[in-house]
T-cell receptor, first 115, second 118 residues
């Protein structure tokens, strides 16, 4: 069975600085999808970024980028120029290519932005 | 973009009563919706997969008679917590798959419903 591990329960970063959130996963599959979701205090889950495993190029979305290391089964999220609005819980998630869109979730990392 | 509307956002009820939570896809059709439960400071726990026109698929350990799911149309799924008790108090979230090329492989989430059972 697949698992997703986020080893950092909480991270803090100074506003405008860069922070990296870690995520590792375990799977025997070669084709899958990885996601980072953000859950701010409003508790609305928001997709931050996604990565298809068959793509070697790391996904980027403005200030958000990932470091996808398929062999190491690592999928870290880098947030550049951190802003106060980035404060939230960040969840890493895995989806098998042949699943019914069910996600396997990490435990989450709480990101604190220091002004 | 695709929007999933979840209602109510917050509900308080007395023990023994039933509560219905609605999840609507506003600008797309959702053949599959997912219902999650989230405890404080924890990740999402998948409760069931709701399929339009058929019975929901429940995860192991989730009482199907307690948590009734109905997906009667392509835009609406409902979760009814029957005979609610204080231990059912939680945050419930629905999500739907956004179809088409633009939404490939993406789930869109409702804003969640906080249930408090007194």
């Amino acid at each position: 069975a697949q698992t997703v591990t986020q080893s950092q329960p909480e991270m803090s970063v100074q506003e405008a600085e860069t922070v990296t959130l870690s995520c590792t996963y375990d799977t025997s599959e070669s084709d899958y999808y990885l996601f980072w979701y953000k859950q701010p205090p409003s508790r609305q889950m928001i997709l931050v970024i996604r990565q298809e495993a068959y793509k070697q190029q790391n996904a980027t979305e403005n200030r958000f980028s990932v470091n996808f290391q398929k062999a190491a089964k690592s999928f870290s999220l880098k947030i550049s120029d951190s802003q106060l609005g980035d404060a939230a819980m960040y969840f890493c998630a895995y989806r098998s290519s042949d699943s019914n869109y069910q996600l396997i979730w990490g435990a989450g990392t709480k990101l604190i932005i220091k002004p | 973009g695709a929007v999933v509307s979840q209602h109510p956002s917050w509900v308080i009820c007395k023990s023994g009563t039933s509560v219905k939570i609605e999840c609507r896809s506003l600008d797309f059709q959702a053949t599959t919706m997912f219902w999650y439960r989230q405890f404080p400071k924890q990740s999402l726990m998948l409760m069931a997969t709701s399929n339009e026109g058929s019975k929901a698929t429940y995860e192991q350990g989730v009482e199907k008679d307690k948590f009734l799911i109905n997906h009667a149309s392509l835009t609406l799924s409902t979760l009814t917590v029957t005979s609610a008790h204080p231990e059912d108090s939680s945050f419930y979230i629905c999500s739907a798959r956004v179809g088409g090329r633009a939404g490939a492989n993406v789930l869109t989430f409702g804003a969640g419903s906080r249930l408090t059972v007194l």
